[in-house]
């Protein structure tokens, strides 16, 4: 078992058919998202939502604090490691009939475009250099699927690849470890291989690297999948979406490639991990990998960094906050400068003192509330943003900084909550 491994036996479970072209499933996991919900009968097959849906599920799968996974993020991106080759990976369990349209995949809201893969990163290899990343894709028919690329290292990839007139092998893996879903959703150099980057978390969770397998197409990927597609990213193109993104707001159609499925294989007790697109596990492996490089841009300008956060309110996307042992008096607004510099979709961070809990958003709203002046805000017009806001411009916003910081010729005292002996 892959996503098994996770389980805990507490989890909800619905034995009652979940039929895939409906929103049920999706209803089920918006009622709780910080409960794992088990799904024994989707099309015939297993799934799980909310699997890693709170920072608590994503850390103790990395046996790790919650307070650690940004820095054991950075360590793993400044020290990847190799991965371990096995001979009988978990994924070569079974080989599986192709026909999409059998396997547990969900429609997840009334206006998506069909059944969608949302949890699913593709692994691809091209000239010496290999590339782990995210794409929804949704389901065309029994063996082909239209893949959102944006242009990023896979786009890259694929055009390099077209330009020689050739399609692009792939294997599509679902129910991947945690390690490797945080090192696919991070922003890496063209050059850096994500798999080393999850090895190494690997060894700082388990001990051992990241096993690794090879597929039928020639491609190594992680060992531990509960399904792994090999296929390849055709030169056809058809309409893909809409689809609800990180905001929770339909994206709307463009024409996308064509991926072509010809074999798919499957571990032993197979679950097909559902990613509630807009949900709060969709947040957290979007954000949880941006939060190290804001906290890499704020410590070069303010060493006194204690913890960033980008919050679930605002997508773990587009508002954060940020804490500081101040020094200067300056330290505020030069740390709101820098986490925006480093998480350039962010449109809006709060700077606290390292005495408040970021984690917890009354305590952030109590700093704002009893120690900032709207004198101390800060904005940036005319900024390039998210093309996920639907509240900009073509991508282009107004950014704000809140230094909801105390003063350093203020009385410290008069800003502290009363504490009982």
Request: glycine share 6%; charged share 30%; net charge negative.
């Amino acid at each position: 078992m892959s996503v098994g491994k996770y389980l805990k036996g507490t989890e909800f479970r619905v034995k009652d058919k979940i039929d895939a072209d409906s929103t049920q499933s999706t209803k089920l996991m918006l009622e709780d998202q910080d409960r794992t919900i088990i799904f024994e009968n989707v099309n015939g097959g297993k799934a799980v939502g909310n699997l890693f849906s709170t920072r608590q599920k994503v850390a103790e799968a990395l046996n790790i604090g919650q307070d650690e996974i940004v820095t054991s993020l950075i360590h793993a991106s400044d020290n990847p490691c190799d991965t371990e080759f096995t001979d009988e990976p978990e994924f070569r369990y079974q080989s599986l009939p192709v026909d999409l349209m059998a396997l547990p995949i969900c429609k997840y809201f009334p206006e998506d475009g069909g059944r969608y893969i949302s949890s699913g990163i593709i692994v691809s290899e091209y000239n010496g250099k290999r590339n782990v990343s995210f794409h929804r894709m949704m389901i065309m028919d029994r063996d082909r699927i239209a893949v959102r690329l944006v242009p990023r290292h896979l786009y890259r990839m694929y055009n390099e690849a077209k330009e020689k007139g050739e399609e692009l092998k792939i294997s599509i893996c679902i129910g991947a470890r945690p390690e490797m879903l945080l090192a696919a959703a991070t922003s890496t150099a063209y050059e850096t291989d994500e798999m080393t980057i999850a090895s190494s978390l690997c060894k700082m969770s388990t001990g051992k690297p990241l096993q690794v397998g090879r597929t039928d197409n020639g491609l190594i990927v992680p060992s531990e999948c509960d399904y792994v597609f090999e296929a390849r990213i055709t030169f056809d193109e058809t309409e893909e979406g809409p689809f609800v993104d990180i905001t929770g707001t339909y994206d709307y159609i463009r024409m996308q490639p064509v991926i072509k499925v010809e074999k798919i294989w499957a571990n032993k007790d197979p679950y097909f991990h559902f990613l509630l697109p807009g949900g709060n596990e969709h947040y957290l492996f979007m954000g949880l990998p941006r939060e190290p490089m804001m906290y890499i841009s704020v410590r070069e300008k303010v060493p006194g960094v204690k913890a960033v956060r980008l919050t679930e309110g605002g997508c773990c996307w587009l508002n954060g906050v940020v804490s500081i042992k101040k020094v200067n008096e300056d330290d505020g607004r030069v740390a709101a400068l820098a986490a925006l510099d480093g998480h350039k979709s962010m449109k809006n961070v709060i700077v606290v003192d390292d005495d408040v809990d970021i984690f917890d958003d009354k305590e952030v709203e109590w700093a704002v509330a009893t120690r900032f002046q709207a004198t101390r805000l800060i904005t940036i017009s005319n900024s390039k943003g998210s093309s996920l806001d639907p509240s900009a411009d073509d991508s282009i916003t107004c950014k704000v900084g809140i230094d909801a910081t105390i003063p350093l010729d203020r009385d410290r005292k008069a800003y502290l909550k009363a504490q009982l002996p």
